[in-house]
């Protein structure tokens, strides 16, 4: 199995600031045929399900607003949340697609400070 | 919109056969390159990708799990389900059905259903 392991495990920062969260994978999940990144970024709130934000490692996916980003390639990934709102209170996840089994990184949990 | 919706018995013994029906609206299961997936939460904890299926009928599982788990697919009812035998306390989880693609791994999910195994 693919191993998905993300950093920090949680973080708390002031409305505005940057988010930073990092996911690296213990072999790659670039499909070289199409020089795609089969990875993906969930947002889950409390009592909700994972909502899907980012595939492709960088793709957004349509309606998420545009401070959610992503970034890397190969086995070291990035979400990246511009300017920190109430409501992305949440836990982050990142996951592979690459191969099954489909696995999740452990989840970081953002807050406000 | 497409729509999923879990549904079963939300307390099992042990030893026994957890059974989970998805059911799919706004949208033919049969429609699309679509795959249909269950994945499971314990409370408090993270995400666990239990399998998935293709209307085709083929299946993945996860390795952990493969030898207790049956997924499957009913066209006509617009459904798939879940069967995990033989489960234990560390079964009971929140269990959500997905819907997933290639390109975009899993759009749209259930809200999810709370199996909890007690006796």
């Known amino acids: 199995d693919i191993v998905m392991t993300q950093s920090p495990d949680s973080l708390a920062l002031s409305l505005g600031e940057r988010a930073t969260i990092n996911c690296k994978s213990s072999q790659t999940v670039l499909y070289s045929s199409n020089n795609k990144n089969y990875l993906a970024w969930y947002q889950q709130k409390p009592g909700q399900p994972p909502k899907l934000l980012i595939y492709?490692?960088?793709t957004r996916e349509s309606g998420v607003p545009d401070r959610f980003s992503g970034s890397g390639s190969g086995t070291d990934f990035t979400l990246t949340i511009s300017g920190l709102q109430a409501e992305d209170v949440a836990v982050y996840y990142c996951?592979?697609?690459?191969?099954?089994?489909?696995?999740f990184g452990q989840g970081t949990k953002v807050e406000i400070k | 919109q497409v729509q999923l919706q879990e549904s079963g018995p939300g307390l099992v013994k042990p030893s026994q056969t957890l059974s989970l029906t998805c059911t799919v609206s706004g949208g033919s299961i049969s429609s699309g390159s679509y795959y249909w997936s269950w994945i499971r939460q314990p409370a408090g904890k993270g995400l666990e990708w239990i399998g998935r299926i293709y209307t085709s009928g083929s299946t993945n599982y996860n390795p952990s799990l493969k030898s207790r788990v049956t997924i499957s697919v009913d066209t006509s009812k617009n459904q798939f389900s879940l069967m995990l035998t033989s489960v234990t306390a560390a079964d009971t989880a929140v269990y959500h059905c997905?819907?997933?693609?290639?390109?975009?791994?899993?759009?749209?999910w259930g809200r999810g259903t709370t199996v909890t195994v007690s006796s």
């Open positions: 996951q592979q697609y690459y191969t099954t089994p489909h696995t």
């Open positions: 997905a819907r997933g693609t290639v390109m975009a791994s899993m759009d749209f």
């Open positions: 492709w490692a960088s």
